[in-house]
């Protein structure tokens, strides 16, 4: 009996374009892998010279070496790409010479990177507690510390995440072509802190020494960087004494800080030449104390000093100037270490370690500074023809403008260095060759999976699609344009025909913020008013409010009436002092604009009670109504008598009142041309299509600002079982975190479904 996942009905046939950003649809953030991925132990260049001490490169599915394949060595979720290297723990393995095997990367100073890697250690190895299992070693600057990162014995059998940062400031000229470089830490104190037992608990940490002292040089730029996370509540001072803290007894002369401690922050000191032969460092947290070490201020900065320093080139003359051979890389030795520290064979006598999808990456600017890792790749990532149409109908996209958070997730509308919002590099902008036909002008579906994170901007757009098409931006309202946005937590669709009327409507206030939603928008124009379109949220049919053009009231009447303001002494009377005949029409507006006139009336004064009470029927999605008076059938430019702004008045009392600028319209007048009737929508073969953005070219800010997870079109309109089985298997999909728990690739556009065969 075989169990297969993937409907191949109507529903899944009729899928035209399926981006999944939650998982299969998009390579992942572009980027650059600078660890390179070996075919096996012989491709690392930083190895023991012990042959027996091998990483084995694992197969998908065949076993290699006899080392087993993926599942056969850990259960888990994996790609046919995944990289997984496998080490075997021996107890003859225990020396002086760690077993790491890895490579030099260069990073660039003032630039933030990523380490990171899925470690599994079995359970048969014997170690305990938390162990170092990754090493970034720096090559030239022996003032830092070698990164670890650690996996939690304590929870063997199971994928743990590894991710560390690497990051050097950039110095600028003015403090010195070659500072030399501390990295400063904080942890608990030891006895090995030269004030354990005085003050503060927590203590600086240089390098891998507590309290370190410190040899500086005076004219000597020296920086000290608290990149790492220990230092978030802790910037780094200096002071004249050793018990300071929290800012006190500052000594400031040279001294300077940027950026922010725990994640970009250090400070640069250039000693000056009368600085105190004694300085302290400490931390500025309030109420700390003994918190840092001793420094000592040596006499001039020489060429001696800065040669034996090795960064100011033949005899340090070069460091003097201060203005040639400014260094602004530096190497790091990233490894997999898995028996780093540990030297009794005991420990390692059994088990092993597996090591997936190691990499190591630049970060963009937005994450300097801090820990920000990619879905993996094993070498580079181009951003064109990133997102993957998964119907297999080629609408491939690109991530040219593609912004992510520190899950490397998808960010719509957090566009701060375009200030055009959302994507619009999707099959426009970078792709204006592509252009986009659903292939039904009458049956349509549209799948959205999305949380909204802000609402700062009128309409909201999750869809548009249009044929009018300047530079990057559509124009606005031309080119039959399809749009689909949020406004005021309703969801609104506006669909135009080929006459350019449009077919338009909205549910009830639905769309909360930081809430995870499907939504379905399904259309088939060609039934009847009532049946032609279906919005369903989560799995249920919500209330739809279809927008037509607005129609007057159907009738309209007149009496006369007894004036009810009476006589004004020396004025005379007010109200109609004849016999003469008006005439009157009224309209109807709403927020869309103005109906034509009702049929006019004509409403022959009397003399006696002198007023004429109007009565007209409610009409429906009104919310006001134009009153319309003129001495003759023809309406001069000034003939507005009235303007009810109530939907639910429906009588009006003229007293011969005063009349204002304002005449009936031949034809209704509207933002837009509306029509619950129409028959069919337009499927140009020369439209585009914008996820996350309505581009115009006014430049007006109307995108959605979130996370899409997935968004489908089908050429159907999908029925309500349809779509629950989407809700269902996508939501389990989202729920569980694993893109691959259900299905093939093949059959990721389905309606998904089980389906049991022999």
Known sequence: ?????????????????????????????????????????????????????????????????????????????????????KYNFVSTQTDSTSNKHGFTIKVDRGET???????????????????????????????????????????????????????????????????????????????????????????????????????????????????????????????????????????????????????????VFTVPYNAPSILFYNSKRASSSYFGGKINILGSYNSGNIGNTGNGGNGGNTGNTGNVSVTTTESYQVCFDPTRNELTPANLNGGYILYKNMQVEKNKPMFKGVIHSTKFTSSARSAYSSFIDLTGNGFDSNLINGMFDDQSYLVFGNRPNLQDGGLVDINLKYNRSKNFAIGSSSTQTYDFWFTQTRSSYGKAFLFSRSNAVVGDYFLENQGYPQLIYIQDKRIYFSFTSATNEIFSGYTQQAIDLNRLYNVNISFNVSLSLGF???????????????????????????????????????????????????????????????????????????????????????AENATGYYIYRSSSPIFSKYSLLADINSKNISTYTDENFQLRQGFPKLAGLFNSNYNANITTLVDSQTARVCVGNYPISSLNLNHFEGYVYRFG??????????????????????????????????????????????
């Open 1 to 85: 009996m075989k169990t297969e996942y993937g409907s191949t009905d109507a529903a899944a046939n009729s899928c035209v374009l399926l981006y999944d950003f939650f998982g299969n649809s998009y390579a992942g953030e572009p980027t650059v892998n600078l660890f390179t991925q070996p075919t096996g132990n012989a491709g690392f260049s930083i190895k023991p010279v012990n042959t027996g001490r091998a990483f084995w490169k694992l197969d998908y599915t065949e076993d290699l070496n006899g080392q087993g394949n993926f599942l056969s060595n850990a259960s888990g979720s994996y790609l046919p790409t995944d990289s997984i290297y």
């Open 532 to 618: 032609k379109a279906d919005i369903y949220i989560n799995g249920i049919k919500a209330d739809i409010f279809v927008i037509d053009i607005l129609q007057p009231p159907t009738t309209f009447s007149f009496s006369s009436v007894v004036s009810s303001s009476g006589n004004l002494g020396a004025s005379g009377n007010v109200g109609f002092q004849s016999n003469n005949t008006n005439f009157y029409c009224v309209s109807s507006y709403n927020a869309n604009g103005e109906s034509r006139p009702s049929s006019v009336i004509s409403a022959a004064a009397d003399p006696v009670k002198k007023s004429t009470k109007l009565s007209w029927s409610l």
């Open 113 to 267: 990177y990523t380490a990171s890697v899925d470690v599994f250690v079995s359970s048969s190895h014997p170690r305990t507690g938390v162990v170092p299992i990754l090493s970034m070693t720096p090559n030239s600057t022996a003032s830092y510390a070698i990164l670890t990162g650690s996996y939690d014995l304590s929870k063997k059998g199971n994928w743990q995440n590894v991710r560390e940062k690497i990051f050097i400031p950039k110095v600028t000229n003015i403090y010195g072509s070659n500072p030399i470089y501390y990295e400063v830490s904080v942890k608990q104190k030891t006895v090995q802190h030269p004030y354990y037992g005085s003050g503060s608990s927590d203590g600086f940490v240089i390098g891998n020494t507590e309290g370190k002292t410190l040899y500086l040089y005076r004219g000597a730029t020296y920086v000290f960087s608290q990149s790492n996370s220990s230092n978030v509540s802790d910037e780094i001072y200096l002071t004249t004494t050793a018990s300071s803290g929290g800012g006190s007894n500052s000594y400031s002369n040279g001294f300077s800080y940027f950026g922010n401690e725990g994640f970009d922050g250090y400070g």
């Open 713 to 758: 079109i089908y050429k159907i309109k999908m029925t309500e079982e349809q779509i629950i089985r989407n809700y269902n298997s996508f939501l389990y999909k989202y729920i569980s975190q694993d893109p691959n728990v259900i299905g093939s690739y093949a059959k990721q556009r389905s309606v998904i479904y089980k389906r049991i065969k022999q």
